[in-house]
């Protein structure tokens, strides 16, 4: 029995009571995913739920942030939903590479890549795949997709932008105590 077929049918209080459907912190459903602790939802367009599940892990994997909550994750990698509605390449390049994860991980003895319990097991997992396409997209999106939240900002001192209030050398130049 899958996870969608699992999961059709089932109130809002039966499905938050699930806890989670993939070994992470998300139960997923037809078209949506949804963070069992905070109750954070998205509705996919294009990708699978599992899909995008994989990708949040994938991402915490990439740039770990304990401080980092699970939902910047989601904001995160949600853009390749998005790419992926519109453009078919994008689409297959991300399923097909978490397809290829979860492979690794079940010739492992785990049940895909979420079931890898252990960060170095999937780390080791990653290193094998980082100079492939699939790991540069997601990689190199990150960069940008995490870590220009502004809600991020603070968890790293960061202020945000000091142009507007004269420049850093005005504005906050030896503010910063820790160096």
Same mark, same amino acid.
Request: proline share 4%; no cysteine; charged share 20%.
């Given at each position: 029995m899958t996870h969608q077929s699992q999961l059709r049918g089932l109130s809002r209080r039966d499905l938050m009571s699930r806890g989670t459907a993939l070994g992470a912190a998300f139960v997923v459903g037809q078209g949506f995913l949804l963070h069992a602790r905070t109750g954070l939802a998205l509705e996919t367009q294009a990708l699978d739920p599992?899909?995008?599940a994989t990708l949040v892990q994938l991402a915490r994997d990439i740039y770990p942030h304990d401080r980092i909550p699970d939902d910047a994750y989601l904001r995160a990698v949600a853009g390749h939903d998005e790419r992926a509605a519109g453009d078919e390449a994008h689409k297959? #390049?991300?399923?097909?590479?978490?397809?290829?994860?979860?492979?690794?991980a079940e010739s492992a003895g785990a049940s895909g890549y979420l079931g890898l319990g252990w960060e170095d097991d999937r780390v080791a997992l990653l290193r094998q795949i980082e100079s492939g396409s699939f790991f540069q997209a997601v990689r190199g999106d990150l960069v940008v997709s #995490?870590?220009?939240?502004?809600?991020?900002?603070? #968890?790293f001192g960061y202020e945000g932008s000091s142009f507007e209030h004269g420049g850093y050398l005005e504005h906050g130049f030896d503010d910063i105590t820790w160096i």
């Open positions: 599992g899909t995008m297959a #390049l991300i399923e097909d590479g978490v397809a290829a994860l979860d492979a690794m #995490l870590y220009n939240q502004k809600e991020v900002w603070p #968890l």
